[in-house]
């Protein structure tokens, strides 16, 4: 009975919000996904915008997708980085209130990019390390406004029931 209808009250109180939009991003490989030659890691990322009529009944507005392959090296965390990237790549339009990873490493490290892009110095975050050169397009898209100043992370692999759960539930 949760899927299909929302109540925003508990967040907005009496006034509910028309339209919403999530921006979801992930990554996927790693070590037990064949021989290491045949070995490819993939990313992937969706904003999907729902309408919310007077009564609370949700409907699917736009979905908007992103899949590519990652450049180098085949790990999880740069297929993670590079859904991150393509999230920005299709966040358009209305913006997005926040960018939902399964993966840590991004939400943790978006913190990281947010603290040091307030202070001025965002540049200094992951300027060395294997993973370089995806955070600094991952930055450049922060600076430009195409990824939201939140990342929430959210339980990866669940289960049917507890779809459409708030994470307090889970």
């Not at 991003?25 to 790693?30: L, Q």
């Not at 180098?72 to 590079?82: D, K, M, S």
Request: hydrophobic content about 35%.
């Amino acid at each position: 009975e949760r899927i299909g209808k929302v109540d925003f009250t508990e967040h907005c109180g009496s006034q509910r919000e028309t339209e919403k939009s999530g921006l979801y991003s992930d990554g996927s490989g790693g070590a037990r996904n064949g021989p290491p030659c045949l070995r490819r890691a993939g990313a992937g990322a969706a904003k999907l915008s729902f309408g919310v009529d007077p009564e609370g009944n949700l409907s699917l507005k736009a979905i908007s997708v992103f899949g590519a392959g990652v450049p180098g090296n085949q790990t999880v965390p740069r297929a993670e980085l590079q859904g991150a990237i393509g999230a920005a790549a299709i966040n358009l339009g209305r913006p997005s209130e926040a960018l939902i990873a399964d993966a840590k490493y991004i939400t943790t490290g978006l913190q990281r990019v947010f603290a040091r892009l307030d202070l001025g110095e965002p540049e200094e975050v992951y300027q060395s390390g294997s993973n370089s050169d995806l955070w600094e397009q991952t930055i450049a898209a922060v600076k430009a406004g195409e990824l939201p100043r939140i990342a929430t992370k959210i339980k990866s692999h669940r289960k049917l029931s507890e779809v459409g759960a708030s994470p307090e539930e889970v």
